[in-house]
């Protein structure tokens, strides 16, 4: 372990490439179940504006305000660590789509029947929605009308972490997001990367977002907890044992959880890490190198040397994940937020006032 720290990024990527055969590959769009439709094409990259936000935000609004969140978080995701993936997952979906602004909560209404919650890869596989109206209701019971729904979110994404990492990957939070007022599927089309994506769409996903390749490999190391449908990587040729690079006992094991043929009515859930799928910590990294991982999205990482690399490092230097984690998740939740006149504090999670 300790050489392995020590390692040049050139002497690590021949570590990468002994394990893995490194070479430049393209994937296409999955076909029909594969989980998403072909996005809209990339806009230019926004800067984040998360200038107005501050650590503390609610110290005299609401001085319990964290707190609060925490311990409804904290009770959730240890009768069920999968609700902590879906909150970690439920900031990102937020933030990729207008800003972290709480629109992924707000439901379809007569004037808006098609919301980010009812697009494809967010229906139905993201949850957490219950916990945040948890947190809401008790939030309003101590300081009406004070904390947005947004800084909801967004606390509960660093808490659902630091409860599924044991404290490891805890951080400080900057709060005063306002809730935005619109939400379409559309845009969630657009602005998510699917699993399906190759490494420089990928790129090009979180550089529209104003992150780097560091903050993709980073955050993409979220996929050690929780569960996937199997439609996210079966109609993408992953299981196939003639194209796919899955290491093939991992494979045969899919095979056998997962339908040829995933359907809505057919189309069970397995878990992302088979060894700690109940913790957030860096064996998704050691599972990619090991080709053990599910998403072509997951795969691609170890396309180039710099992301390989940086595969590498985070999987075998201890401690130094969880401190990039906690960084890349401040830096996601600043990705174009609304503060002051921009937007609302909604008094319903999922209705705009």
Same mark, same amino acid.
Request: aromatic fraction near 6%; hydrophobic fraction near 40%.
């Given at each position: 372990?300790?050489?392995?720290?020590?390692?040049?990024?050139a002497?690590m990527?021949a570590?990468v490439?002994s394990?893995?055969?490194c070479q430049?590959?393209g994937y296409?769009?999955?076909?029909?179940?594969? %989980?998403?439709?072909s =996005?809209?094409?990339t806009?230019p990259?926004?800067?984040?504006s *998360?200038a107005d936000?501050?650590?503390?935000f609610?110290?005299d609004?609401?001085p319990?305000?964290?707190?609060?969140v925490?311990?409804?978080v904290?009770?959730?995701?240890?009768?069920?660590?999968?609700? *902590?993936?879906g909150l970690?997952?439920?900031l990102f979906?937020d933030?990729?789509?207008?800003?972290c602004?709480?629109?992924?909560?707000l439901?379809?209404t007569?004037?808006?029947?098609? =919301?980010?919650?009812?697009?494809p =890869?967010?229906?139905?596989s993201?949850? !957490?929605?219950?916990?945040i109206d948890?947190?809401k209701?008790?939030l309003?019971?101590?300081?009406?009308?004070?904390v947005?729904? $947004?800084?909801i979110v967004?606390f509960?994404g660093?808490?659902?972490s630091a409860v599924?990492?044991g404290g490891?990957?805890?951080f400080?939070?900057?709060?005063?997001?306002?809730d935005?007022?619109?939400?379409?599927?559309n845009?969630a089309?657009?602005f998510?990367?699917?699993?399906?994506?190759n490494?420089?769409?990928?790129?090009?996903?979180?550089?529209a977002?104003?992150?780097?390749a560091?903050?993709?490999v980073?955050?993409?190391?979220?996929?050690?907890?929780?569960?996937?449908h199997?439609?996210?990587?079966v109609g993408d !040729?992953r299981?196939?044992a003639s194209?796919?690079d899955?290491n093939p006992a991992?494979?045969?094991?899919l095979r056998?959880?997962?339908?040829?043929?995933?359907t809505a009515a057919?189309?069970?859930?397995?878990?992302?890490d088979?060894v700690t799928?109940?913790?957030l910590?860096s064996q998704?990294?050691?599972n990619?190198?090991?080709?053990?991982?599910?998403?072509t999205?997951?795969? $691609?990482?170890?396309?180039?040397?710099?992301t390989?690399a940086a595969?590498v490092q985070n999987?075998?230097?201890p !401690?130094?994940?969880?401190?990039?984690?906690a960084a890349?998740?401040v830096?996601?939740?600043s990705?174009?937020?609304?503060?002051g006149?921009n %937007?609302?504090i909604?008094r319903?999670?999922?209705?705009?006032n």
């Amino acid at each position: 372990m300790a050489r392995l720290a020590a390692l040049t990024t050139a002497a690590m990527l021949a570590v990468v490439c002994s394990v893995t055969c490194c070479q430049a590959e393209g994937y296409g769009y999955p076909g029909p179940g594969g %989980g998403y439709p072909s =996005p809209s094409p990339t806009p230019p990259a926004p800067t984040p504006s *998360g200038a107005d936000l501050a650590v503390g935000f609610y110290r005299d609004a609401c001085p319990n305000a964290e707190a609060i969140v925490r311990d409804v978080v904290k009770k959730a995701v240890e009768q069920n660590p999968g609700v *902590g993936a879906g909150l970690i997952r439920m900031l990102f979906h937020d933030c990729f789509v207008q800003g972290c602004d709480a629109s992924v909560l707000l439901d379809p209404t007569a004037a808006n029947t098609q =919301p980010e919650k009812l697009s494809p =890869p967010n229906f139905p596989s993201l949850r !957490g929605f219950e916990v945040i109206d948890a947190a809401k209701a008790a939030l309003e019971a101590a300081c009406p009308g004070k904390v947005s729904r $947004a800084d909801i979110v967004a606390f509960a994404g660093r808490d659902a972490s630091a409860v599924l990492s044991g404290g490891r990957a805890d951080f400080a939070m900057p709060a005063g997001r306002r809730d935005g007022r619109a939400s379409s599927a559309n845009d969630a089309l657009q602005f998510l990367p699917p699993p399906s994506f190759n490494l420089s769409e990928l790129t090009a996903s979180f550089a529209a977002k104003g992150l780097d390749a560091d903050d993709l490999v980073v955050l993409s190391g979220a996929h050690t907890v929780g569960r996937s449908h199997c439609s996210s990587f079966v109609g993408d !040729g992953r299981l196939n044992a003639s194209t796919s690079d899955m290491n093939p006992a991992l494979a045969a094991s899919l095979r056998r959880q997962c339908p040829a043929n995933p359907t809505a009515a057919n189309d069970p859930t397995v878990v992302q890490d088979t060894v700690t799928p109940n913790t957030l910590d860096s064996q998704y990294y050691r599972n990619a190198l090991r080709r053990n991982v599910l998403f072509t999205s997951d795969a $691609a990482l170890l396309r180039s040397g710099q992301t390989a690399a940086a595969v590498v490092q985070n999987a075998f230097v201890p !401690g130094l994940w969880e401190q990039k984690f906690a960084a890349a998740m401040v830096k996601m939740a600043s990705i174009e937020v609304k503060t002051g006149a921009n %937007g609302e504090i909604r008094r319903n999670c999922r209705v705009v006032n």
